[in-house]
């Protein structure tokens, strides 16, 4: 082909290979962002029901506290009845989970088991992911260096009385996400 100077220049190909090459990479890059972005979507929405998971027991357990001294609550196990150490934290933990409880259909996002305590949440052991945590909240004499003690809610513990509880779940790393505290 020649130009108005004369001189004749040789027609290149529209896109080089390095071009296409480019091109490609790019595209792949696209799918691959994509496919990352929807794992993560699909990670959140774990993480989230497992939040909700902890907030209806931090809402179940704020409402029952205000009834639960009362004559005839039910669950019967989650009651405040006298004398107070004849009430334990795993007799009302399993009436609440039980098929027919009021927290029994909650599932487990993770494992799609039905959810399960946890002692604590410990990044170590990802098999707690999607597990509530129950601490007790016990305040120290004035004066102490430290305000209140944080336990594990234990099987064994009572709820007779009024107690303050601290509710956490663990997350997809089974690290702890606060949901709460209440006084039950």
Not at 5 to 20: F, I, M, T, Y
Not at 145 to 167: F, N, V
Request: aromatic share 8%.
């Amino acid at each position: 082909m020649e130009t108005e100077s004369g001189s004749a220049h040789p027609v290149e190909p529209p896109l080089k290979r390095s071009d296409n090459f480019f091109i490609l990479f790019m595209i792949c890059m696209v799918c691959i962002v994509t496919w990352v972005g929807y794992l993560s979507y699909q990670k959140g929405q774990l993480e989230e029901t497992t939040k909700r998971n902890g907030e209806a027991w931090l809402q179940w357990l704020s409402e029952a506290a205000t009834h639960r001294h009362e004559a005839g609550f039910q669950p019967e196990a989650c009651a405040a009845q006298l004398p107070p150490t004849s009430q334990r934290w795993q007799n009302c933990y399993q009436s609440l989970t039980a098929a027919d409880g009021p927290l029994g259909p909650q599932r487990n996002p993770f494992s799609s088991h039905q959810v399960q305590r946890a002692v604590k949440c410990d990044s170590q052991d990802r098999q707690l992911a999607g597990s509530l945590v129950f601490e007790k909240i016990t305040p120290t004499p004035p004066g102490s260096a430290i305000p209140t003690l944080m336990t594990a809610l234990l099987d064994s513990d009572s709820i007779g009385e009024k107690i303050q509880i601290r509710i956490s779940v663990c997350d997809s790393g089974s690290n702890p996400i606060r949901i709460g505290e209440l006084e039950f």
